[in-house]
């Protein structure tokens, strides 16, 4: 950037997750200082406020994702991009992530406008390197020549660390699965041989920990507590000659009772939802030696730096989205290079402990053997669709130079059995197979009307571009614009519990009695009046049971569901929110507006978390919960207005309280926002069908 005077060009770094963003902003913003270069974060965190600063800045630090929503509206900023000079991928391995498809199209985006812009990819475990340079090309006039690249061995390490898969054969769940290694856990599903011969976390530590600080990767918040509590007794039974870590030199003080016993022993957990005073203490007390274990969620493997000799992953396994699902390679690497002391040793060591069937592919990344593939293919029409909305595509011609951008084009051309786009076609030239493929696509676009245009001239409609907008899987897109004229609110919900993108909502015979038992509940506003044996049906009485104020049923049959039922309420309303406002976009357009009252009003309920015109609106109200809620229906009272207008001494009778209960409440409601609408007829005198006229309205409100 010598050649360049500050304010003429930026820098783009580009990091998978919001936590590795804010820890480089932090780091940079201090280094760059000095050379008058501004740090600016740009993040789904990121403000309004926020986002003017990227304006000024010369770095600018994103995400796939939010770069992705950037430049798909980069004629609004074309400015912006016609600045950027370099571009740094870190952790370029997530490509062959589901969201890695995310970054492969923001960066053959970036290729494809024709900007002059330098590419720099990092990563650790890339072994098909040459790949990446072949699809990044050597500078933008010779893309067909490959980048330059280097490679850097082990040797380079300053600590030397040594990685173990342990593989477990295990029938049961992923939730017992995880008690599998704790010392002294009566495990079912376990025969006495693989127990007899299985090396727990004792084992473990007392085989690789050489008595230096420990870090064990755990799969929830509760795990970290549950471990930690069980490794503090393992080490207070053992004699202190057996001990494997020494204990605080004095008293740590904490909040957590939990943490507070545990401290006794050197050992501590941590998560996102401990007190931050206490993670304070924590931090502190693992840089000083006084704490020698921690026991933690994955979040602890960026941000504040904690370095340790050795980490243990205690199960492949984690929390997110709602339910357990297998760490992303990201994730695994991040937490294994929290192994390593520079500044003490020179050595270090790193523990994976998974199901057995898995074994060879954690050996096969850590070993940084496992070739990259890309995972644009999974959703490549979406992504097609999104580039035709941007510009960068019109025709099929351009389709096919875009898609030749990619690193599935470069992964297609090395490993085509791998990718199953276009049926058997695998023997076909690479040329004629994206030929296929692009028309294909393009096809299927113009059938379901989200671009039009002929061949050699193809743009978005309205539904295309709503659905680049809000990210809409294709078939949900198809689904969405099948509502019918006038659709009922009972009609648009039909339609998005039909989604792809709830495709891990699933119904489970089991479940047969507790949604029937929730289907029969008065706050279920459209009962599934047919045999509940559908995905769509659990879906739907997923979404009514929140609107409805419906509480989980509290019979014991019940209970063993419970857990699932709130991770899956919890993935429909991750996205229900999108999905609803790109109806209401699509039949805007379509003036259809019935339809579009109906989705307005559901959007507002998806928003409150209850149904419109639903007592439970009265939730909004602070001190008001689902109890308070029956108590003032009964009472005659089923809105915010009707609330409002109660005396003070009546909220207090129907809610059992003292004085001044009722005048709070009160005061509380002057300050709600009382929208008003002024309403003015314009045109012609109308003409009623029985014959009366009627001359255009004064302004009402």
């Known amino acids: 950037m010598s050649g360049f005077q500050t304010g003429q060009f930026k820098i783009v770094y580009m990091a998978p997750t919001k936590s590795l963003c804010a820890e480089r902003q932090k780091d940079w913003q201090s280094k760059f200082a000095s050379f008058e270069l501004q740090c600016a974060e740009l993040t789904g965190d990121t403000d309004l406020g926020q986002l003017r600063l990227v304006q000024k800045a010369s770095i600018i630090i994103t995400t796939p994702e939010k770069w992705d929503s950037m430049t798909r509206k980069w004629k609004d900023h074309a400015k912006l991009m016609q600045l950027v000079r370099l571009f740094l991928i870190d952790e370029v391995h997530i490509l062959n992530e589901t969201r890695g498809a995310c970054l492969e199209a923001v960066v053959s985006r970036m290729k494809t406008m024709g900007s002059n812009v330098r590419f720099i990819a990092l990563s650790a475990t890339v072994p098909n390197s040459d790949d990446i340079a072949t699809w990044l090309g050597l500078n933008p006039t010779t893309q067909h020549v490959s980048a330059c690249r280097e490679r850097f061995d082990e040797e380079f390490r300053p600590v030397k660390l040594q990685k173990h898969v342990y593989g477990l054969s295990f029938s049961g769940n992923d939730w017992a699965f995880d008690k599998l290694c704790d010392p002294k856990q009566v495990v079912p599903h376990l025969s006495s041989t693989v127990s007899a011969n299985l090396l727990r976390l004792p084992e473990i530590i007392t085989k690789y920990s050489q008595k230096k600080p420990i870090m064990v990767f755990c799969i929830t918040r509760k795990a970290t507590v549950n471990t930690a509590k069980l490794l503090a007794n393992w080490w207070t039974s053992k004699s202190v000659r057996e001990r494997q870590w020494t204990g605080p030199t004095f008293r740590l003080v904490a909040q957590d009772p939990d943490l507070k016993e545990t401290l006794s022993a050197g050992v501590a957990f941590h998560h996102a939802g401990l007190d931050a005073s206490d993670r304070h203490v924590v931090e502190k007390g693992f840089l000083t030696g006084q704490v020698n274990v921690i026991c933690c969620t994955s979040t602890l493997a960026v941000g504040i730096n904690l370095p340790c000799h050795m980490v243990i992953i205690k199960n492949t396994m984690c929390f997110q989205e709602g339910g357990l699902k297998e760490y992303a390679d990201l994730e695994i690497m991040q937490m294994l290079g929290r192994a390593g002391r520079p500044q003490f040793e020179d050595s270090a060591v790193a523990v994976i402990i998974t199901k057995q069937e898995k074994v060879e592919r954690y050996e096969k990344m850590v070993s940084g053997q496992q070739l990259l593939e890309s995972s644009l293919h999974l959703n490549l029409i979406e992504h097609l669709n999104a580039e035709i909305g941007c510009g960068t595509i019109y025709s099929l011609d351009t389709a096919k130079r875009w898609l030749a951008g990619t690193f599935l084009y470069v992964r297609l051309g090395q490993n085509p059995a791998h990718y199953n786009l276009d049926g058997n076609a695998i023997n076909l030239r690479l040329e004629d197979r994206i030929e296929r493929v692009c028309q294909r696509d393009i096809d299927l676009l113009l059938d379901a009307q989200l671009v039009t245009g002929a061949v050699d001239r193809i743009q978005c409609t309205e539904f295309g571009l709503a659905m680049a907008r809000y990210y809409v899987k294709f078939e949900t897109m198809k689904g969405l614009l099948s509502l019918e004229p006038r659709s009922k609110m009972s009609d648009i919900l039909s339609a998005l519990v039909g989604a792809e993108e709830f495709h891990d909502v699933r119904y489970r015979l089991t479940e047969k009695r507790l949604l029937k038992e929730i289907n029969g509940a008065n706050g279920i506003k459209y009962p599934i009046k047919i045999d509940i044996a559908l995905p769509e049906h659990k879906r739907s009485l997923i979404i009514q049971s929140e609107l409805g104020g419906v509480e989980f049923p509290a019979n014991e049959q019940f209970s063993k569901f419970k857990r699932q039922y ?84 009546k909220i207090e009778m129907l809610m059992s309280k003292h004085p001044p209960f009722g005048s709070r409440v009160l005061s509380v409601l002057k300050d709600f926002p009382k929208l008003r609408v002024l309403v003015k007829m314009l045109g012609k005198v109308i003409t009623h069908v029985d014959g009366r006229v009627v001359a255009p309205a004064d302004p009402v409100s």
């Open 566 to 649: 709130q991770q899956e309420k919890y993935i429909v309303f991750s996205h229900i929110h999108r999905l609803i406002r790109c109806v209401v976009d699509c039949q805007v357009y379509l003036q259809d507006a019935v339809t579009v009252r109906h989705a307005l009003e559901l959007a507002r309920g998806f928003a409150a978390g209850v149904w419109d015109n639903s007592p439970h609106q009265m939730k909004q109200v602070p001190n008001i919960g689902p109890a308070a809620v029956r108590r003032l229906a009964n009472g005659g009272i089923y809105s915010i207005e009707s609330l409002e207008a109660t005396e003070a001494h």
